[in-house]
């Protein structure tokens, strides 16, 4: 499935608020599926570009609930 953010990596700020409402949208999906998966990989690329930036790492939970 194609997508915008599979390159892989966050580009900016635009992709990581894309990526933040997409994990919100995929945070109640079983693990062990396509969305389950998006859900990890979303996670990853996120946590990576926090880190980037020297921002703390949000929690899944957090992230469900921050905009």
Known sequence: ???VLDPQHLR?????????????QLQDD?????????L?????????YEAALGRPAVALAQAAVSP
């Open 30 to 38: 079983d693990s062990d599926t396509p969305a389950g998966w998006r």
């Open 12 to 24: 900016d700020d635009r992709d990581y608020r894309a990526a933040r409402t997409e994990l919100r």
């Open 40 to 48: 990890d990989e979303l996670a990853q690329l996120i946590d990576e």
């Open 1 to 3: 499935m194609a997508h």
